[in-house]
């Protein structure tokens, strides 16, 4: 496992990495002073320790490039300070550390860290029999049931889709939906527990929620689907759930 440590104090960064060394000695453990060290290598962390006040480019504008590179990282913000709190949820920082840092509580969240990175590893496919097509789950926003076919919304924009159709020699309407033949019902059975149906017509990937309210839902793509209100204190304990065990943040 690859994980990195940001941070421009030296005494805690060399801390951190006697801290992972101990609980994860087959770990390989790369240090930075700053944010702009550890973007310039663009070396791929399972896991990133990162401080928010670094100087130059602080630790949340580092996370938000690191973020355009790679969606997978375990983030885990360091700070004195719980100010930035909101800026890594926006970020899916899987936690928010404060320092100084409590080595009971670093241990549990370490742990919890690995098997989330392993998880992360771990391909999720979704196969759709009647296109004999195999799709990796981390590529759905969100499912939309049309009568007897369903259309399924991807984060692959159409020149993705289009050359991947050829290849799979299958054809393509050039969006970045595809259209098939499923039940809803049959979908869900094969979708990992990021996903829920929040509406008869509707499953969402969690992993893309930007906002919602009490009858509907916003994803990255600027995309509102609906929230059936019956489902909604449902929804939110299950989204909150999400959050704290799937990889978002807790302080």
Known sequence: MDIAVVDDEK???EH????IKRQKPESRIRSYATGEELLAEGELSDIIFLDVRLPGMNGIET???LRKRHEETVLIFLSGIKEYVFDALDLYAFQYLLKPVDEKKFAEVLDRAGKEAGRKKEKRELFIKT???TLDQADILYIESRGKKVEIHTVRDC???TKFARSQSMDHNASSCIEIYASMEELSGQLGEGFYRCHR?????MAYITEYGSDSIVLTNGDSVYLAKKKYG???KAYMWYLQNGGVFSV
Do not use: D
């Open 11 to 13: 005494e805690i960064r």
């Open 16 to 19: 951190i990495c006697r801290m």
């Open 63 to 65: 996370a938000r490039n």
């Open 131 to 133: 296109r004999n097509l």
């Open 159 to 161: 020149n993705q889709w």
């Open 201 to 205: 017509a509707y499953i969402v990937n």
């Open 234 to 236: 449902e929804f939110v």
